[in-house]
């Protein structure tokens, strides 16, 4: 199956990921300044602009320590098919995120307008070499990002995809239907 062609808002959000990603981030830590900028969408949601809706979604999560409400922006993927959202965390799933999710996977999500309830269950390693190979095709910037983060150079190619899949564990967020 063919995916849909990237929007130029979506070509242009790679780009600027790609460039910030492999030149200003930190690899091991997104450090204080890039928490922050990361949160930056949070605001255009609360102020009822999601402008990123077609490919940021705000996941609210139940902090695993705190029990305090967290949400997070995050780059998603629709999965062909069940139409389920697909996350994947950075930084060898070290995020509070992806922590949260897996410690309660009970989870709140909007993308765009829509909202709902939604079950977070972790993707295999085959899903998420299959989600890693399939993004390169789409954007083959990833690869320079991946390969930072995950210490090696990645060429594309399904082993290669395989050996960095550990380094960026997965989630697929099933929708609840409302009780």
Sequence with gaps: MTPEPLSPIQRFALRAE????TRLVPKDDPGPVFRWLFKIPILFYKLGLPLFGDFILLLTTTGRRTGRVRQTPLEYRVEPGSGCFLLTAGWGGKTDWYRN???????????GRRKFEALAEPLSEAEVTAWLVEAVRRNPGSLKIWSRWAGETLDGSEESMRRAARY?????????PPA
């Design 168 to 176: 960026f564990p997965s989630l697929r967020l099933r929708r609840v």
């Design 101 to 111: 999710a897996c410690a309660d996977p009970h989870v709140r999500v909007q993308a």
């Design 18 to 21: 790609e460039l910030i990603m």
